[in-house]
């Protein structure tokens, strides 16, 4: 049975790099077919997709977030991650790791994580 | 503003039938598929609709999903108080070539 779980810093200082990891256990990281991603959902509020990835080289990232944004696996570890640089408030949300599929026209996340919740705050 | 809509909240009493709407775009729901997800409070999303009408394993036909034109709906019969949730629609859509969600719908059974 497939799990993920998200780890990493509770509070981040404005204009810090917000970096989580994603450790999958009963799957893999480089499962044909499987793209890996995140989405997050600020307190109160709705899902925010942040992309996804393909451990062959495929990647599709929010425009919005695009500028600031790395998504990234270690084979090795079985484990994915996200970098978010020169954080504000407005990227504080809970942040999950999901199991997506993804061919044209079709996108959906089919197995998710707990979610962490991650404060920016000085 | 989420660039699907769906209606904030809807209420319906046990044992009763619910729709929830999602519309959005010739970019989107249009030329794409459409996902449904359920959140229980304090709990992540989870998968109850794909490809606009599948239901992954272990989803009760309770939940049914369709789509026409640029509105999907997402149905929920035989509704129960453990059905309490926020529920969204997601797609995706080709101008970003990205996930676009609604902004999410509060189901409440009365």
């Known amino acids: 049975q497939l799990r993920l779980q998200e780890s990493g810093p509770r509070l981040v200082q404005p204009s810090e790099t917000l970096s989580l990891t994603c450790t999958i256990s009963g799957g893999s990281v480089i499962s044909s077919g499987y793209y890996w991603g995140w989405v997050r959902q600020p307190p109160g509020k709705g899902l925010e997709w942040i992309g996804i990835?393909?451990?062959?080289?495929?990647?599709f990232y929010s425009p919005s977030l695009q500028s600031r944004l790395t998504i990234s696996a270690d084979t090795s570890k079985n484990q994915f991650s996200l970098k978010l640089n020169s954080v504000t408030a407005a990227d504080t949300a809970v942040y999950y790791c999901?199991?997506?599929?993804?061919?044209?026209?079709?996108?959906?996340?089919?197995?998710w994580g707990q979610g962490t919740l991650v404060t920016v705050s000085s | 503003q989420s660039v699907l809509t769906q209606p904030p909240s809807v209420s319906a009493a046990p044992e009763q039938k619910v729709t929830i709407s999602c519309s959005g775009s010739s970019s989107n729901i249009g030329n794409n598929y459409v996902s449904w997800y359920r959140q229980l409070p304090g709990t992540a999303p989870k998968l109850l609709i794909y490809?606009?009408?599948k239901r992954p394993s272990g989803i009760p036909d309770r939940f049914s999903g369709s789509k026409s034109g640029t509105s999907a709906t997402l149905g929920i019969t035989g509704l129960q108080t453990g059905d309490e949730a926020d529920y969204y629609c997601g797609t995706w859509d080709s101008s970003l070539s990205a996930v676009v969600f609604g902004g999410g719908t509060k189901l409440t059974v009365l």
């Open positions: 999901a199991r997506c599929l993804y061919t044209y026209g079709h996108s959906f996340c089919d197995n």
């Open positions: 490809d606009n009408n």
């Open positions: 990835f393909y451990h062959a080289g495929s990647s």
